[in-house]
């Protein structure tokens, strides 16, 4: 029977909902000057295809290597993912707040084909150095099954809401993310270094509350208060 580490699994399927959402959300706004979101899609799609391939096959590399340095090294990839996931989720928050916005320009459907391809191999990347330390821990198929879980949840629901969909944001998903990589890095760090954590994997639970109430007032800090809109 297949076993699933719940944890591992939600970790991946919240962070394949997170980074292939600003996928879909970027393939609509480059494409938005345009009669036809192919180029840009395709592009994506091609990005995509090619980072998967390469991690498929560098996946099959880390069984060979002792679980325990797995363990940190895997602790190490997500905290500095963490790092990188936080000024993004920043960026987030303040692209949230009141202020003017910008149109796209046009863009040739060359340019465009770029682009999507720029868009889906850098998103995906990010996922897969995720999945990939994951992977790393010994919770490769739990990772597989939350990121396809994940998406397949964002092509059926971009299908319904294509019309909205350059409207998305994600602040609050990324702040779930954040908590969630960091707070495996210090478990799995303990974990490596013999840490006997009160309740197990429970332990997870308040590690994460505390960590996501850390970060969002790290944000609210570095943003200071919100800027009062200008008078029309």
Do not use: C
């Not at 994940?150 to 409207?167: C, E, K, M, N, P």
């Amino acid at each position: 029977m297949l076993e699933l580490y719940l944890p591992a699994l939600v970790v991946a399927f919240l962070i394949t909902l997170l980074e292939l959402t600003e996928v879909v959300a970027l393939v609509f706004a480059l494409s938005a000057d345009q009669s036809s979101v192919r180029p840009v899609a395709l592009g994506a799609i091609g990005g995509l295809a090619v980072v998967g391939a390469i991690a498929l096959g560098f996946s099959a590399v880390l069984v060979a290597f002792p679980h325990a340095y797995l363990l940190w090294a895997s602790a190490v990839v997500l905290a500095a993912f963490g790092l990188f996931l936080f000024r993004s989720t920043l960026r987030t928050y303040r692209r949230a707040r009141p202020g003017p916005g910008a149109a796209p320009p046009p863009r040739h459907q060359v340019v465009q084909f770029g682009g999507g391809f720029s868009v889906g191999a850098v998103e995906t990347t990010e996922a897969v150095i995720v999945l990939l330390a994951l992977a790393a821990a010994g919770y490769g198929v739990s990772a597989l099954v939350g990121a396809v879980a994940g998406g397949l949840v964002l092509v059926v629901a971009a299908f319904w809401v294509r019309d909205r969909i350059r409207r998305i944001k994600v602040p609050w998903l990324k702040l779930g993310g954040t908590a969630l990589l960091f707070s495996f890095a210090v478990f799995w760090a303990g974990e490596a270094a013999g840490v006997p954590w009160p309740g197990g994997d429970l332990i997870l639970i308040p590690l994460v509350v505390g960590v996501a109430l850390a970060v969002r007032g790290a944000i609210a800090l570095i943003l200071g208060p919100a800027p009062n809109p200008v008078p029309g």
